[in-house]
């Protein structure tokens, strides 16, 4: 796939972090090559970009600036003013979507069908704007762009043996091209590109954003030159176009500056949001390695206030998948969606990292004295669970996937729901329990969705959009 881009893309608005009453942003540009975006105007002052990155035909661009946390205030770009609704201290409204996509062909499907769930977004926004717009996973499929290049055509079914130095420096540019060309026609569409220019967006990424099933492949595949081009590639335009940073330019809302693993927090009056990385350390046997497990360790011993939210991309409540996996494992036919059961908390392979996760939750949920809420992406469905965490307090779990990728059939919705029917308990004492998106009878609903979070006098609430059942009625989680 290639685009030419004959109109600067942009602004798209990234929260960089919260610090002293300001919000810290950064307005990502995407033009043509030639082309110098105009600066942000802010009153008297002029913000400019600086170039981020170069490809062929065309730079990504980045300018810094802030804005007030306690109000809605505007900023001004090539004579147009955009209001951003960045009130963090009281009632807020924050968007949740994932999965922004599909694996096969996304880019040739037709626009308002694609992105007739991003319209919807942005009247719920023009009707009630939000301060956030929350991206849980799967920003991209990039499961194309290994295509049309001799040594990445056939992975990760095939590797080839030794590749030449000049040969994957000609995967690589195939694939930053590749990237560049995916996030460009994403940020383009114009409903996404309403929203993105005056919303600040928090983002984490997922297997898509990489490939599919990053880090559950075998390691012979992952570890191979070809598997690390694909990864660094990614990686790169993953800090570019998800968070309008670079190497060694990360913003400082990241727990570990270095890059080493991607996982970020936000702190604002009374809430906390936590997105742990689950990818940058993933292998088949672990899901966060070193740098992520001390992120997550840190906060539970930190003293926050209010409510956290905690992304995590792929749910962190489910049901059982061990019978699942047992039934794969004798089944040829059904071997090859092996990948996508180990990506999950609840696969056999990962049962103590989920115990030691939920371990923590609790130990956030206890000592802040406080609800937790997770949310998360990925499966496709909507859905929502609960678990206790002792001492009258609660994790809910909220799915809202996918924005923009179709429903699976209700057939595979009704058997999750059955799978769910049989319970778990990772941890004596606290079962999980699989509970239905208000309005809907099954547990898992097969509708495109996104999800709005809401904190009305301290209080929180969230609702999902369901693309042919409608808005739900609210559903309080404290």
Not at 104 to 131: C, H, T, V
Not at 169 to 186: P, Q
Request: glycine letters at 8%.
């Amino acid at each position: 796939m290639s685009i030419l881009v004959t109109s600067p893309i942009g602004p798209i608005l990234f929260l960089d972090g919260v610090r002293e009453g300001r919000l810290s942003l950064s307005a990502l540009f995407i033009a043509a090559r030639g082309y110098v975006p105009p600066p942000i105007i802010l009153g008297d002052a002029e913000v400019h970009a600086m170039a981020l990155a170069e490809y062929d035909h065309a730079i990504a661009w980045r300018a810094r600036f802030s804005l007030p946390a306690d109000r809605t205030s505007a900023y001004a770009w090539d004579g147009v003013s955009y209001e951003v609704a960045g009130d963090l201290t009281g009632d807020i409204r924050l968007a949740y979507v994932s999965c922004n996509g599909e694996e096969i062909a996304d880019m040739e499907r037709e626009g308002s069908e694609r992105n007739a769930m991003w319209a919807r977004l942005r009247e719920s926004y023009q009707a009630k704007p939000f301060a956030l717009m929350l991206h849980g996973g799967d920003q991209v499929y990039a499961d194309e762009i290994t295509l049309d290049h001799k040594l990445s055509h056939d992975w990760p079914d095939r590797k080839p043996d030794d590749p030449s130095p000049p040969a994957l420096a000609d995967l690589r540019h195939h694939l930053r091209e590749g990237f560049f060309a995916r996030y460009a026609a994403i940020y383009s569409t114009p409903e996404l590109a309403w929203l993105a220019a005056r919303t600040p967006s928090l983002m984490q990424w997922d297997d898509h954003d990489i490939c599919d099933g990053w880090g559950s492949l075998h390691r012979s595949l992952t570890e191979s030159q070809v598997g690390q081009t694909v990864f660094s590639v990614a990686r790169e335009s993953f800090l570019i176009f998800q968070q309008a940073a670079r190497e060694g330019d990360l913003p400082f809302r990241f727990a570990d500056r270095s890059g080493r693993h991607l996982g970020w927090g936000i702190s604002a009056p009374g809430l906390r949001i936590l997105a742990p990385d689950l990818r940058s350390e993933r292998t088949r046997d672990q899901i966060m390695g070193t740098g992520g497990w001390a992120m997550m360790t840190a906060e539970a011993l930190r003293k926050a206030e209010g409510h956290t939210l905690l992304m995590s991309s792929v749910p962190l409540l489910g049901p059982r998948l061990s019978l699942l996996e047992a039934l794969m494992a004798v089944i040829p036919r059904m071997q090859k969606y092996e990948d996508d059961l180990r990506d999950q908390w609840q696969s056999r392979a990962h049962r103590e990292e989920w115990q030691r996760m939920l371990k923590l939750v609790i130990q956030i949920g206890q000592r802040d004295g406080h609800h937790l809420t997770a949310i998360s992406g990925e499966i496709h469905l909507a859905a929502r669970a609960v678990m206790d965490l002792g001492h009258g307090l609660h994790l809910n779990q909220l799915v809202a996937s996918g924005i923009a990728h179709r429903a699976p059939p209700k057939a595979w919705a009704h058997f999750l729901g059955a799978l769910a029917s049989l319970g778990e308990q990772p941890l004596p004492g606290h079962p999980i329990r699989i509970k239905t998106v208000p309005g809907q009878s099954e547990r898992y609903t097969a509708e495109r969705n996104y999800l709005l979070l809401d904190r009305s006098s301290g209080t929180w609430s969230a609702r999902w959009d369901l693309e042919t059942s409608g808005m739900t009625k609210s559903l309080a989680l404290c």
